[in-house]
């Protein structure tokens, strides 16, 4: 199977705080892998220096066979990558679909072009009853899926989300896993970062477990969860499968 993204050595300091310090990890093209780890490990500066948003200070970065160091975000989201952010960012005046033609508009400048892919990637993620809303009136699950529906509409091989279920309750968790499994089903790479750990041994081929900036493991989600430095740098000790405790919670 050929690798979709590779990570090699990556380092990011600000001023005296090492954010990413040495991080290898690569992703299958087809496969759904996981950054998990606390607040403040690294997992949002990974995701922006894969995407160009910032440059590290060592390290490189390939994904479909080109390095990606150096690129900015725009080019790099036209080389197939795209990302959602750990906050919606909609544009709140604009509707729904004018949101998504904006994504669009990457591959296809035409307006009936760019119209089409964003109905497509609306209805796709179950907003096309919302089309014509403005962004701002939607709730915080429609404004996920209207990210991700943005992100989808620029046609990526390999797809970023943040957290795409911060503050959801279970039900509409539930519904995020099932749009996350649809996409995989279409052959999408995905990582994904998140702490709601269900979702993510739902989910999830690998996981990647990042503490201060350093990878501490890296597996299958059955072993993951059982290695003793995971389970006290991230999960307590109260996890038991099945169950989710600590700074692991849903």
């Known amino acids: 199977m050929a690798e979709a993204l590779i990570v090699r050595n990556l380092s990011r300091r600000f ?5 990413v310090q040495d991080l290898s990890f ?11 780890g606390p607040n403040g490990a690294g997992k ?16 490189s970065i390939a994904a479909f066979g080109r390095e ?28 729904v679909l004018a949101n998504v033609m904006t994504g669009a508009f990457l591959h296809d400048r035409t307006m009936d072009g760019a119209r089409e892919k964003a109905h497509e990637a609306i209805d796709f993620v179950g907003l096309s009853a919302k089309e014509h809303l403005p962004a701002r009136d939607l709730t915080t699950i429609d404004q996920r899926r209207l990210e991700m529906a943005r992100a989808l509409a620029t046609q990526p091989r390999l797809l970023l989300l943040d957290e795409v279920m911060a503050g959801l309750n279970p039900a509409e968790i539930d519904q995020a896993v099932a749009l996350i499994e649809r996409l995989s089903q279409r052959g999408l790479t995905i990582v994904i970062v998140e702490h709601v750990m269900r979702a993510i041994m739902a989910v999830a081929r690998i996981i990647v477990v990042l503490d201060h900036g350093q990878k501490i493991a890296e ?18 000790t109260g996890f038991v499968h099945g169950a989710v405790s600590g ?3 849903c």
Request: net charge positive.
């Open 68 to 95: 990606l160091v150096g690129l900015r975000p725009h080019a790099i989201c036209a080389h197939g990558l795209a990302r959602t952010f750990q906050v919606a960012r909609p544009f709140g005046k604009m509707t």
């Open 44 to 59: 949002t500066t990974s995701f922006n220096l894969i995407t160009g948003y910032h440059r590290p200070n060592a390290g």
């Open 219 to 236: 597996g299958k989600p059955e072993e993951v969860m059982a290695n003793a430095e995971v389970i006290r740098a991230y999960l307590g």
């Open 15 to 19: 001023g005296g705080l090492r954010a």
């Open 26 to 36: 690569s992703v299958n093209e087809g496969e759904t892998v996981a950054l998990i």
């Open 247 to 249: 700074a692991a919670q």
